[in-house]
């Protein structure tokens, strides 16, 4: 029965003659079969393989080296590609629109991190694939240089002694040197950008934008000077903004309900009580220690309340009548109702204060009390409260701050308390001045705020400071983030929400690393500021340095020509200012110093700075522009560890970016730098982002298997050139509908990546590649292995491995740039070894994005190989997934229906009664020969089949039989007549070879 096609076999004719010499030849050699069990000659497996066009591997698998070299390539591509120049080239070279991304500055302040890996990478991804799209990217790199994580590590073991110019300097020095060990390490992740100007918010010309910043805002009325309370650490000895500040969930305070003597009650309240027993306030509070600082009780006019009296002391309580149970369980004691009256009674009470005893303080209405917790009655200390201190603003009550920067009582808190830590002694302090007074204390769990740097509890006090009417900026805040696209878009809400409960920003800083307030103040602490006075500072700034402020004297500060053109009066005596800005309103203001007049189309930040940079950048903008310095917001999580643990080195369990790519002492072996980009774009989240040894070794093997099939591809092309490449007419059906595939594959990598959802191209490059892998590879090994090198079907394979290469090289290149540049070398350049000094190979990234080819796209071509497809897997699962190879497939339609004409058109011009083994449809159905005829033309019961199945889809039966060949030991295909030597497509191939 004939194994071949009659196209093939007729060329059998031309062939004669060299088949004749093989055959001669395998007749008058040993090597045959049994010569392998004789020990003589080569192996069955080897015997051929001179005769075959196997792949020329172009690169190891792994970029591992166990002597330690395992980024030695990486290093060497980053060389070679000039990864160091591709910035300036795509600047110059790239004519679509300019893309830009907005570094938010991390603190030059530590090691990187994975949290510096994770926002750097996936920025860089972003912005490879617009070079890639033809778009100049405008990219600079920025570092926050001041505030107070840099200004501890400058104070050694925290030393208030050192002075503001000694600290100064030391900061500067260390956060240079920081920064340029974080710029090298980025670099070497292989992150473009412009290395040569970034921005340092430190930097002269910076400030003195800053500077000027400063006085827009507050010629517009935006920016003041208040006495208000505000966030305070006393171990930071500044004041934080809300940004600056995290939150303890699991705080212990003391909780206290404290009695106060009444010295005054109305009649309607006196008429109840049949004796002479004291009447009582109960407070609750949780910070006992300010007390000494009271100066009214606020109740609620809308609530109810009580006269109780005390089952245990006789005495008599007032308390909200919903809060008197939660009491009465506190006391351990029944409390008795004696009256129920409305708040607007309380407003005559008098008591006595809790510390001073010889004061009366008043009963005050406010709406931020509720019956939800306590006793409806609230503790006022305005100093200590941001709604004690309205009330104080409204009935005009002492709002004298009782305790100093360092957290410790003055002397107007009595000598009892004075120079005393409120936080270490001050509760035990007042519980003990205040005696039988305390009628119940417990430990109470909650959150509090912290400071986010030294991890200490901070207070709120009131203090001098200067402020920015954010309240006034909400509402076209708001209405500018109407226009911005916010990834993901539930965030959206959460960052208007946060701007719209800010109604003050304050902004200045006790501390002496930073930029400078631009304010003066006379011998009567008189501030003053103003654009002439700017200006001039700005001028010496630029001049001499940011330390000017500090160093200068006051006559090169403020001289007498400065006095008189900022209108001062030259008679007082001035001092500079000693506050210096937030470090959120250095951050905020950088879009005006980096950013063209455009708003940058992406901030990329964590999640964390809805409260921070984010907020920030808006409130400065808006105020300043109208608009909003971003046109998308995308957000990505926190880093922790496998076990969704923060990182901390005394948990041990800390994964540093170098030990991903160099190795550690706990884990030795290095992965390199793309197995750290593979982590980060494939773990891109809002949630937490987990991290270890496990994740990244399963990162690495994901590397590996698609090093090993790239390996296949670029093996297969080594003889392949662009005049090789066959139009798409040209090509075998099969290859045509794995471009179909590969077209479907480009759009949707295309889509995702501007999405920005990196890790969504990942999976689809897995199981794109996957696909590749099980099904494409296989179909076309016996086409690029065993067929002449020019042949049709050879060419045809390699022309869509080679459309392949293309687009699946520029679909993990933003992510994977070393290993893309490493293949693009390898399938355009020369050869490279790693100590030789070849020339200079043109990056990938100078070659542009993919083409996606619009014929490639074939839908009635997919849906005859899908029916095809689903026919071969129907019988596999007949075969119960038996290997298919040896088997021969006879399909039988009862008419010349539509499965009839699909599955002739994919047996090419074989006739309807012969078995072929190199049709297409047969390498799609990966057997040893196949048919296709009508019903009526074959004689079933000649048929020694051993499997069939009716109507397998469409009217198509199939049945299967062992085939009676052998295997052939070139092509390993089941289509030899004889044991001892190759099928006769094998050997007509070798003939054509010769022939050549």
Known sequence: MPLLSCKKLSALNHYRIQLGKIRKYFLSTSLCLNDREKGKGKPAGKKYADTINLPQMPYALSVYKPDGRCNERESYIQKIADFDGLYKWQRHNNKAPQFTIHDGPPYANGQPHVGHALNKIIKDVINRYKVLRGHQVHFVPGWDCHGLPIETKARSANDFSLTDIQVRKQADKFSRETLATQRDEFK?????????????TSDRHFVAKELDIFQQLYNKGLIYQDYMPVYWSPSSRTALAEAELEYNNNHKSLSVYVKLSCTHLPHSLKVHLREERPVYLVIWTTTPWTLPANQAVCFSPGLQYCLVKWEKTGDHLIVARDLIDNLSTKLSHALDIV???????????????PTSGDEQRPLLPASHVTADVGTGLVHTAPAHGHDDFKVALQHDLSKECIIDEHGLYMSSAGKYFAGKNVFEEGNSLVLK????????SEDYI???????????????RASSQWFINTKSLVQPAISALEEVTVLPGVYKTPLCETISHRPYWCISRQRAWGVPIPVFYDQYERAYVNSVLTDHVKKLMIE????CWWEADMDTLLPDHIKSEAGLDKSLTYRRGKDILDIWFDSGI???????????????EGVDQIRGWFQSSLLTSVALTGQSPYKCLMMHGFTVDENNQKMSKSLGNVVAPSDVIYGSKTEQKGYGIDVLRWWAASKYSVTNVDIGPAIIKQCNEKLLLLRKRMRFILGNLYDFHSVDILQYEELLP????FLHQLHQYAAKITLLYDRYEMSSVLNELEMFMTKFSSIYSTLSKDRLYCFPVTSRERRSAQTTLHHTLEVILRSFAPILPFFAEDCYMHRYGNQLNLHSESSTTPSIFRSGWFKEIPCWSNTELADKFEFVYSLADKIRCLLENTPTDAFEYIFVTSSENDAYKILMELQEDCGDEELSSHTPLCEVMQCASVRVCLAHDINLSELEYKHHTESLEHGVTVYVR???????????????????????????????TWAG
């Open 188 to 200: 070497t992740w292989g992150v473009m950008a412009d290395w040569d100007n970034p921005y340092i």
């Open 339 to 353: 009256a129920t009256f409305t708040g607007e009674t309380l407003a005559d009470v008098k008591y006595t204060h």
């Open 962 to 992: 062992e085939t009676s060949c052998y295997r052939c030991e070139r092509c390993r295909r089941y289509t030899a007549t004889s044991a001892t030597e190759p099928c006769e497509m094998c050997l007509l191939n070798m003939a054509d």
């Open 734 to 737: 099969q290859d045509q509908y």
């Open 544 to 547: 001499q340095g940011p330390d």
């Open 446 to 460: 909650h959150k509090y705020p912290y400071d986010w740097r030294s991890k200490q509890p901070v207070m709120i």
């Open 433 to 440: 001045m205040l005696g039988e007074r305390v009628i119940h």
């Open 590 to 604: 950088t879009w005006a110093a980096v950013l063209d007049s455009a708003p940058a189309d992406l901030y990329i």
